[in-house]
């Protein structure tokens, strides 16, 4: 069923009232737990949320939605976010951290769905949302003011189809696009699009003219290797991690690296990883001293953690239903949510700290805020 924008957005906006005093009498969050997160959850009573965390396991903020979220975009300056729908997307919620404005829900026109990612331009000014043209089938970037209004003021190619994650390189001027390969149509829902046809890429795109800089695909062998999420290492490395939509069986390796100037790598090891990780890389994440990439496989129940420089994977961390990573306060630490209400926080010598929330299933993705 198609659902109405109108209605939704009205839906949402009424939703958020009905929770005003939830977000508005919330304690502040100074003298908060050191390390603050943010997911999308779904809850006991069946309704979704956004859900701010502490690493002293309270939840600071919890901000209902009608539908479920997938990925947050972080403004770390002004520290507020915007959470985005699970493709087919049809709205995106912003967020301040601390509550101290109410939240606004915001949706993209009516021939555009979301693919759940999105990023702020560095200044805070604008946010770069991943998304479906719905007529032609190609994917764009959608540009949306972040200064008070939240209006569609923009949108340059993605340069493939299905843009999922997008990131924001170090230099502040270059966005590196996952495109996935493969479409989505509202009226159809979760049903995939042009599959077989798959060409999979990294497009490197110019902030200022929304020009191609380059873009680098898969193996034509490989081409339902469907790339996803991406992280950046401190050297300029473009990490990745993909979803192979073949038969399990023939599954290849589903991290790898790209850059600029440099051809898609895949990682290649002595045993089958792409079959003993089911298939399946929910995020991508690198440590804040930029050594580790961890990247997880909650259908595999495990998080492979590499070394950036090497490309050798240094240990790994058994976890259930974990997708959702990020980075930890610590230099070599991540925090991992999972579908049971668990953030778990590991540095590389395998000290953790475990924080449950009964009730809760954390989404696929996990935010440091």
């Not at 209605?7 to 969050?29: H, I, K, P, R, Y």
């Not at 606004?104 to 009516?110: A, L, Q, S, Y």
């Not at 509202?186 to 800089?213: C, H």
Request: with cysteine; hydrophobic share 45%.
């Amino acid at each position: 069923m198609v659902i109405d924008r109108r209605q939704f957005l009205v839906g949402s906006l009424v939703t958020l009232a009905a929770a005003g005093e939830a977000w508005a009498s919330s304690e502040d969050l100074a003298g908060a737990a050191p390390c603050l997160y943010a997911s999308g959850a779904r809850l006991a009573d069946g309704t979704y949320a956004v859900l701010v965390v502490g690493d002293d396991g309270r939840i600071l903020r919890e901000i209902p939605m009608s539908a479920r979220g997938h990925d947050i975009a972080v403004d770390r300056v002004a520290r507020r976010a915007v959470i985005f729908a699970r493709r087919p997307g049809l709205f995106a919620l912003a967020f301040d951290v601390a509550g101290r404005r109410a939240p606004e829900v915001f949706v993209p026109p009516p021939d555009r769905h979301f693919y759940g990612h999105g990023v702020f331009s560095g200044d805070g000014r604008l946010v770069y949302a991943t998304e479906h043209d719905v007529d032609t089938g190609e994917g764009v970037i959608g540009i949306y003011d972040a200064t008070g209004s939240w209006r569609r003021v923009g949108e340059f190619p993605s340069y493939g189809v299905g843009p999922h994650e997008a990131i924001l390189l170090s230099d502040g001027r270059t966005l590196a696009v996952a495109n996935g390969g493969f479409g989505n149509d509202p009226a159809t829902g979760r049903e995939s699009i042009g599959v077989a046809d798959m060409q999979p890429n990294v497009a490197f795109v110019d902030l200022s003219t929304g020009a191609l800089k380059a873009r680098h695909g898969v193996p034509a062998a490989i081409n339902l290797l469907s790339l996803r999420h991406l992280a950046e290492t401190p050297s300029g490395d473009i990490w990745f991690g993909a979803q192979w939509l073949g038969g399990l069986e023939d599954a290849p390796a589903l991290l790898g690296r790209v850059g600029l100037e440099r051809p898609i790598a895949m990682l290649e090891t002595a045993d089958p990883m792409g079959i003993a990780l089911k298939g399946y890389i929910g995020a991508v994440a690198v440590s804040g001293d930029g050594r580790l990439l961890a990247a997880s496989a909650p259908l595999a129940g495990r998080i492979v953690c590499l070394d950036t420089e090497t490309g050798r994977i240094a240990h790994e961390i058994a976890i259930k239903d974990s997708s959702g990573i990020t980075v930890g306060g610590g230099a070599g630490e991540f925090a991992m949510s999972t579908g049971e209400g668990v953030v778990r926080v590991e540095d590389r010598d395998g000290r953790a700290s475990v924080r449950e929330f009964p009730g809760t299933e954390f989404d696929n993705h996990l935010r440091r805020v």
